[in-house]
């Protein structure tokens, strides 16, 4: 235990017993994930970001998700903390070891994963677009999001149009984009249409600049 999270343990002891009893489950939760037990920590640690709204605890939900290997839920979970802890970071220093620990992190989890960017030409009412095991919502579309790297499923479809179903490779640290048309269902045989040649990428779309970056750590719920 660092003496970043030794000495945020000790503010919330002194306090209320409302921060007293966060402070405890913070403390079980790191205990937890520190001996392997990360799906016993994981909703202890959403329990206490969704009680608190803290970046440490957002920080080890990140961790936790991606101890259990499920990385693109873990990338997109590590991105709170960067902007919140850098957001607090400015009038507080404690969230400083937070904001540094979460950049370094968030870029070593961006390097494990695929990047997809699925976009549909006219998009038809009640348009429902799957990748994978996760629906896209509309607002997803057009937008890079992460994914597990290798072969990934695209399923769209909509009332009275013809269901597609496509299947695009997506390399770890790259990005693909795809682009699918929805045709008029009952109209023969036409075929499905072409996809577009998916765009390969690479890099990040995290930019950390402004603060140099320090050690990964474990901190208190502060």
Same mark, same amino acid.
């Given at each position: 235990?660092?003496? @970043?999270?030794?000495?945020?343990?000790?503010?919330?002891?002194?306090?209320?017993?409302?921060?007293?009893?966060?402070?405890?489950?913070?403390?079980?939760?790191?205990?937890?994930?520190?001996?392997?037990?990360?799906?016993?920590?994981?909703?202890?640690?959403? @329990?206490?970001?969704?009680?608190?709204?803290? #970046?440490?605890?957002?920080?080890?939900?990140?961790?936790?998700?991606?101890?259990?290997?499920?990385?693109?839920?873990?990338?997109?979970?590590?991105?709170?903390?960067?902007?919140?802890?850098?957001?607090?970071?400015?009038?507080?220093?404690?969230? +400083?070891?937070?904001?540094?620990?979460?950049?370094?992190?968030?870029?070593?989890?961006?390097?494990?994963?695929?990047?997809?960017?699925?976009? +549909?030409?006219?998009?038809?009412?009640?348009?429902?677009?799957?990748?994978?095991?996760?629906?896209?919502?509309? @607002?997803?579309?057009?937008?890079?999001?992460?994914?597990?790297?290798?072969?990934?499923?695209?399923?769209?479809?909509?009332?009275?149009?013809? =269901?597609?179903?496509?299947?695009?490779? +997506?390399?770890?640290?790259?990005?693909?984009?795809?682009?699918?048309?929805?045709?008029?269902?009952?109209?023969?045989?036409?075929?499905?249409?072409?996809?577009? #040649?998916? =765009? #390969?990428?690479?890099?990040?779309?995290?930019?950390?600049? @402004?603060?140099?970056?320090?050690?990964?750590?474990?901190?208190?719920?502060?």
């Amino acid at each position: 235990m660092t003496l @970043g999270w030794a000495a945020a343990l000790a503010v919330f002891l002194a306090a209320t017993t409302a921060y007293a009893d966060d402070a405890a489950d913070f403390q079980r939760a790191v205990d937890l994930y520190s001996a392997g037990s990360h799906d016993e920590a994981l909703p202890i640690f959403e @329990g206490l970001h969704e009680r608190t709204d803290s #970046p440490n605890a957002q920080l080890f939900v990140a961790r936790c998700l991606l101890a259990l290997g499920r990385l693109p839920e873990a990338y997109d979970a590590m991105r709170a903390p960067v902007t919140t802890a850098a957001e607090r970071a400015k009038s507080e220093d404690k969230y +400083v070891p937070t904001r540094d620990s979460a950049a370094i992190e968030l870029v070593e989890i961006e390097r494990q994963i695929g990047k997809l960017v699925v976009a +549909v030409a006219d998009p038809p009412a009640g348009l429902a677009v799957r990748a994978g095991d996760r629906d896209l919502p509309e @607002g997803k579309l057009g937008l890079p999001f992460a994914v597990t790297p290798g072969a990934v499923e695209i399923v769209a479809e909509a009332p009275g149009k013809v =269901t597609v179903t496509r299947s695009i490779e +997506v390399p770890a640290g790259e990005t693909r984009s795809l682009t699918l048309v929805l045709e008029d269902a009952g109209d023969g045989d036409t075929p499905d249409p072409e996809p577009t #040649p998916d =765009t #390969p990428s690479s890099g990040g779309e995290i930019r950390i600049a @402004g603060f140099v970056v320090g050690g990964v750590g474990l901190f208190g719920v502060g």
